[in-house]
């Protein structure tokens, strides 16, 4: 039988909807069937330490910087790290090279060493809670003792940034700060107390 053309778009239309409400609906039982409550962490709960990534870990046992020096390094504060990095476009000299490698050095076996005592902090929270021996004082023991860990890591982050100024010219300083994208939010605020000049030639403004 042929369905004249005129009869087409209603049957069409009518398909559409009931396709559409099919989808809809299987859509619905899928999310009430896994109860539609899915946690943001499902699937962390493989983790070997609850609170820590395998990247997390992978970071504080090389001594990378976890994001903890972003307050000296996104307001102008160079780190040794990436300056070594680009030592050739900045460019740096053989005694500043020299200078801020031995600060690197000495930056990354202090970190090392806080980063794995803050993993075994972390993993003996875990296991008390894993083990239900977690108890108030317990917590309250080990809060204490990993946020003073957590804060000298980051310490020993920034207070290496804060050395690189005294190495580097005004100059090196701007096109290390260009070179990693940073850019200041409003170059025609110069701080109190700041040479105007100064402030924009070190915060890249042009």
């Not at 005592?117 to 204490?144: D, K």
């Amino acid at each position: 039988m042929t369905i004249p053309c005129r009869d087409l778009i209603p049957l069409m239309a009518a398909l559409a909807f009931v396709f559409t409400g099919i989808s809809v609906a299987s859509a619905q039982q899928h999310t009430h069937g896994s109860g539609g409550h899915a946690s943001e962490y499902a699937g962390q709960e493989t983790r070997d330490i609850k609170s820590l990534s395998d990247d997390d870990i992978a970071e504080l046992k090389r001594g990378g910087g976890w994001g903890l020096a972003r307050a000296a390094e996104l307001n102008g504060v160079p780190g040794p790290a990436h300056l070594l990095e680009l030592k050739d476009k900045i460019p740096l000299d053989p005694e500043q090279i020299a200078r801020i490698r031995a600060l690197y050095e000495d930056m990354k076996t202090k970190a090392i060493a806080e980063g794995e005592r803050l993993i075994a902090l972390e993993r003996e929270l875990e296991n008390r809670f894993r083990s239900g021996g977690m108890t108030e004082q317990h917590l309250s023991e080990s809060l204490s003792v990993i946020g003073e860990s957590r804060s000298r890591l980051r310490y020993i982050h920034l207070s290496t940034h804060l050395q690189t100024p005294a190495i580097l010219t005004t100059e090196q300083i701007a096109t290390y700060n260009s070179l990693r994208g940073y850019k200041t939010s409003d170059c025609a605020q110069v701080p109190a107390g700041h040479d105007p000049e100064m402030w924009r030639r070190h915060n890249n403004c042009k």
